[in-house]
């Protein structure tokens, strides 16, 4: 990924380090624009393409090899024996976006909101003949082994991928200096509109990839380039309605919906309104024009009431005083709204649908409405109910769009679930506060869901990133007999209620039972070494407290390391304690 920057004065600062660093007058960037489609990697042997992936989470990705061959600009054999791997991005056209979307409102289908969604989908689509039909293209722009293959410019590397007959994007400018990098900026703000492809910014980056080291990086992004966003692209449209929704917690969110306007390449009909003050501060009235944009280009927000276009019998909203769902008494708390009945039907399709989604079992085809139909038809009442689904396979097929074979996938799916480790049930359990950071916490403390069952108020509070608040939330969890017998109902089928990671046993040392907190960057990723602590006995954490035994503090640490001093705690640089790792290592031999 790469750092974002909003402004000039942000791209300024960047040059500034960039010059301070490398001690260079003025610095050559390349500036590129940054395409609004999906990551892809492809690898090459002997001058044959042996596999295309998206690029996932940066380290592993999908296949989509057979899919990439459809897309004619994407070179089946290449000039180039040794292995060989160029990165881009897949991306569809805004004329092959309006002509797929007219296809599709022509059959009844619903419609892509943008061209990102449309090129994932197509990409990623099971049968390859869908995706020729679909209008993709690529840009390439990036080649990791670079430096190995002799090139120090990252401009060259570009020129030569482009002879090898990859496309790569005409809009490049190798620019000398901040002014003209500045000069670019202003200039693409211009023309983005008039692009043939929707651009979700520019990237800016150092020239010279002999600079990289010596330039750095942090934890998360390279400190020699830098991504700059367009300011947020603003629309007004009619709000139509407020729809109010309850959350699994009970948390009532009211919705704007919208007359349809397409802002930032997205259709829009549905925004946010937080909450209840959030309508009454910005005097928020059905019928309002509402000026609408997409913050950091992804997250549609109401920005202001347009009052001049204001109807002169509107009148303020209302916020409702009962839940629509249960027709409870709402109740404000702490400045939210929300319904206390446990009972309620949305709490209990939003907490099923939360168990079956990324954050809980992620059970794969059971998606939002399916859910919402299991639970209409009688199907589902509790998260322990899907264990059951399988014995009433020609009941579910009645369910309009459920066949044979989709419910046969979805019940290996569930079952599935039995197997993975504890951490991914006590998410799905969706006790308050408890996501998935102190889910790990709890469960490396535990070991199991039984022994986090019997924990003391006093225990919980004791660990880090849990503390007294989230303590007594698990203690009223475990202690309603109702969520007792559920837990029993799901020990019954079969899931796994304990820790599958490995417990490190290792001979006594100065790193055992100590816990740690690293904060900077360091010359490895703060996950390798993490492991390489905790296989020596320490305990990872992610807080400074008076618990904490030592602190690892690489370049640029700030508050984790202020606090750490301020409370004595023992404070080592990367080089202070790289000699007592190879010692304790040493002492396992």
Not at 77 to 90: A, C, P, S, T
Not at 126 to 140: E, I, M, N
Not at 153 to 182: C, M
């Amino acid at each position: 990924s790469i750092g974002d920057v909003f402004n000039e004065e942000e791209i300024i600062a960047f040059d500034e380090n960039i010059r301070k660093v490398t001690g260079l007058k003025v610095v050559d960037y390349m500036c590129e624009v940054k395409i609004d489609g999906l990551s892809c990697s492809l690898v090459y042997e002997n001058g044959d393409l042996i596999s295309a992936s998206t690029r996932g989470d940066g380290t592993v990705g999908e296949d989509v090899t057979n899919n990439c061959l459809t897309i004619r600009s994407i070179p089946y054999h290449i000039q180039e024996k040794r292995d060989f791997e160029v990165r881009g991005e897949v991306y569809m056209p805004k004329n092959s976006f309006e002509r797929l979307n007219q296809e599709r409102e022509k059959e009844h289908q619903p419609l892509f909101a943008n061209a990102r969604n449309a090129a994932s989908g197509s990409l990623k689509n099971l049968d390859s003949k869908v995706t020729a039909k679909r209008g993709l293209d690529a840009w390439w722009y990036y080649v990791p082994d670079a430096l190995d293959f002799g090139f120090t410019k990252h401009s060259d590397a570009l020129n030569y991928i482009q002879n090898l007959g990859f496309k790569t994007n005409p809009e490049r400018r190798l620019v000398h200096g901040i002014e003209e990098v500045l000069a670019y900026v202003r200039e693409y703000h211009e023309k983005r509109p008039s692009l043939p492809y929707d651009i979700d910014g520019l990237v800016i980056k150092v020239n010279d990839m002999t600079l990289y080291d010596l330039i750095g990086y942090t934890m998360k992004t390279p400190k020699w380039e830098i991504a700059y966003k367009f300011p947020p692209e603003e629309q007004i449209t009619k709000l139509q309605d407020i729809e109010i929704t309850v959350g699994r917690t009970g948390r009532v969110v009211p919705t704007a919906i919208l007359a349809p306007v397409r802002v930032a390449g997205s259709l829009i009909s549905r925004a946010t309104l937080n909450n209840e003050d959030f309508i009454a501060t910005k005097d928020i009235r059905i019928g309002d024009y509402v000026s609408l944009h997409k913050a950091g280009d992804v997250i549609p927000e109401v920005e202001k009431v347009i009052l001049e276009r204001r109807e002169k019998d509107s009148h303020p909203y209302s916020f409702p005083t009962e839940c629509p769902y249960c027709h409870n008494h709402l109740e404000r708390i702490q400045g939210q709204t929300y319904c206390v009945n446990e009972n309620c039907p949305s709490r209990t399709i939003n907490n099923l649908i939360f168990f079956a989604s990324k954050n809980g079992m992620d059970i794969d085809g059971l998606g939002e409405k399916l859910v919402e139909s299991l639970f209409n038809e009688g199907f589902v009442k509790d998260i322990s109910d899907f264990y059951t689904l399988k014995d009433h396979l020609e009941d579910l097929m009645m369910i309009d769009g459920i066949g044979e074979k989709t419910c046969k996938s979805l019940f290996a799916e569930i079952e599935n679930t039995k197997k993975k480790d504890v951490v991914s049930l006590l998410c799905g359990l969706a006790i308050p506060l408890v996501g998935k950071k102190s889910a790990i916490v709890l469960i490396d403390h535990f070991r199991s869901l039984d022994a986090l069952m019997r924990a003391s108020y006093e225990e919980l509070s004791s660990l880090e990133d849990v503390g007294e608040i989230t303590a007594n939330k698990i203690i009223s969890y475990f202690a309603d007999e109702k969520n007792k017998a559920l837990i029993e109902k799901l020990r019954g089928y079969g899931l796994n209620f304990f820790s599958l990671k490995p417990v490190y046993q290792a001979k006594e040392n100065y790193f055992s039972g100590k816990r740690f907190v690293l904060t900077g960057t360091i010359s490895v990723s703060r996950e390798e070494m993490t492991e390489r602590i905790e296989r020596l006995g320490g305990k990872s954490s992610s807080s400074v407290s008076k618990l904490t035994d030592f602190v690892l503090a690489g370049e640029k640490a700030a508050s984790k390391l202020t606090k750490a001093q301020s409370l004595g705690v023992k404070i080592f640089s990367e080089e202070e304690i790289l000699p007592l790792l190879e010692e304790a290592e040493k002492s396992q031999e």
